[in-house]
């Protein structure tokens, strides 16, 4: 590609969209290939003008394009990383890291529940990206397994950045009386939502490392500490702090003591009481584990 090439804007026009990988409720995802390097397969996400602006989602698109922006230039595995942004007529157009073993939910599913060997090399990831973003300033508020993807290498990518409280945005939301963004996002799951927001509206970041606890315990669980019949349900089993080992799972094999210890020294209603990310770290399940050596961390699954 000529130099010219490299600086002028994006457009649809450089890909070949090849198969749909999935829609959200403003956008649809593609597979791409870079007409100008073969070899490049990005994930383009495509998102309608007039349904952004139908749907009243032009702050939640205007949130993940500054947010992934500000995350991109670090580079971390552990984010999808933003590329290029640009637009037509009709849509906007992300360009962003392709995640090709899709969805940590998808996986999860598909083996019921993961060993506690991978549960803890997702738990590493997890917390190193979630170290990262919150050195950003960045509260993310939506962590859930459906929004974090895996690489080629099964390596663990967080993604969906529509809700995320950033240094930019954090104030305008504190001082927006009526506008609770995060309660928007109970549309879909509430199952991970803290207990803070619940009862106080309030959103720290306490509050990711409170859904990073009711992801742990899935991984190993199969299934979300508090799910109940309906959303109200939910929101009473987490104000309560209602949840349930169901060792009948383990038949022989019982759950890690040191596990259901870290769970609970996490899902603490009062956030200034629970595990930080930095304790969390020292915490025996993560006795063996090099915290400074990445690539350790970072060690793929199929790799
Ligand atoms: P919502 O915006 O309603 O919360 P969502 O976050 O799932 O939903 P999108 O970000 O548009 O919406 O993603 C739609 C689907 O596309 C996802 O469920 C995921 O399976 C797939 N997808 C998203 N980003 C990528 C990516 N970078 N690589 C591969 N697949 C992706």
């Given at each position: 590609?000529?130099?010219?090439?490299?600086?002028?804007k994006?457009?649809?026009?450089?890909?070949?969209f090849?198969?749909?990988l999935?829609?959200?409720?403003?956008?649809?995802?593609?597979k791409?290939?870079?007409?100008?390097?073969?070899?490049?397969?990005?994930?383009?996400?495509?998102?309608?003008k007039?349904?952004?602006?139908?749907?009243?989602?032009?702050?939640?698109?205007?949130?993940?394009?500054?947010?992934?922006?500000?995350?991109?230039?670090?580079?971390?595995?552990?984010?999808?990383?933003?590329?290029?942004?640009?637009?037509?007529?009709?849509?906007?157009?992300?360009?962003?890291?392709?995640?090709?073993?899709?969805?940590?939910l998808?996986?999860?599913?598909?083996?019921?529940?993961?060993?506690e060997?991978?549960?803890?090399?997702f738990?590493c990831?997890?917390?190193?990206?979630?170290?990262?973003?919150?050195?950003?300033?960045?509260?993310?508020?939506?962590?859930?397994?459906?929004?974090?993807?895996?690489?080629?290498?099964?390596?663990?990518?967080?993604?969906?950045?529509?809700?995320?409280?950033?240094?930019?945005?954090?104030?305008?939301?504190?001082?927006?009386?009526?506008?609770?963004?995060?309660?928007?996002?109970?549309?879909?799951?509430?199952?991970?939502?803290?207990?803070?927001?619940?009862?106080?509206?309030?959103?720290?970041?306490?509050?990711?490392?409170?859904?990073?606890?009711?992801?742990?315990?899935?991984?190993?669980?199969?299934?979300?500490?508090?799910r109940?019949?309906?959303?109200?349900?939910?929101?009473e089993?987490?104000?309560?702090?209602?949840?349930?080992?169901?060792?009948?799972?383990?038949?022989?094999?019982?759950?890690?003591?040191?596990?259901?210890?870290?769970?609970?020294?996490?899902?603490?209603?009062?956030?200034?009481?629970?595990?930080?990310?930095?304790?969390?770290?020292?915490?025996?399940?993560f006795?063996?584990?090099?915290?400074n050596?990445?690539d350790?961390?970072w060690?793929?699954?199929?790799?």
């Open positions: 590609m000529s130099s010219k090439n490299l600086t002028r994006r457009s649809p026009h450089d890909f070949v090849k198969q749909e999935g829609h959200g409720s403003y956008s649809t995802v593609y791409v290939f870079d007409k100008h390097s073969v070899n490049h397969v990005y994930a383009i996400k495509v998102c309608s007039a349904h952004i602006i139908k749907e009243n989602k032009v702050k939640y698109v205007t949130i993940e394009k500054n947010t992934l922006n500000l995350l991109a230039r670090a580079c971390h595995p552990g984010i999808v990383r933003l590329y290029y942004t640009f637009h037509d007529e009709e849509n906007l157009y992300f360009v962003l890291d392709y995640a090709s073993g899709g969805e940590l998808q996986l999860l599913h598909k083996m019921g529940r993961f060993s060997s991978w549960s803890l090399h738990s990831q997890l917390i190193d990206t979630i170290e990262f973003i919150h050195s950003k300033g960045i509260i993310h508020r939506d962590l859930k397994p459906e929004n974090v993807l895996l690489n080629r290498f099964g390596r663990l990518m967080i993604t969906d950045f529509g809700t995320a409280a950033t240094p930019l945005n954090q104030q305008k939301q504190e001082d927006d009386q009526n506008e609770s963004p995060r309660c928007s996002s109970f549309v879909g799951t509430a199952e991970y939502v803290s207990p803070e927001l619940l009862l106080s509206n309030q959103c720290d970041f306490a509050s990711d490392i409170w859904a990073l606890g009711c992801i742990i315990f899935q991984f190993i669980m199969g299934v979300p500490p508090f109940g019949k309906n959303e109200l349900q939910t929101f089993k987490i104000a309560s702090l209602d949840y349930l080992w169901n060792n009948q799972h383990y038949s022989s094999n019982k759950i890690d003591p040191v596990i259901i210890k870290l769970v609970q020294k996490i899902l603490v209603l009062n956030p200034q009481e629970r595990l930080t990310l930095t304790n969390m770290k020292k915490d025996e399940w006795d063996k584990v090099d915290w050596n990445k350790h961390i060690r793929g699954i199929w790799q």
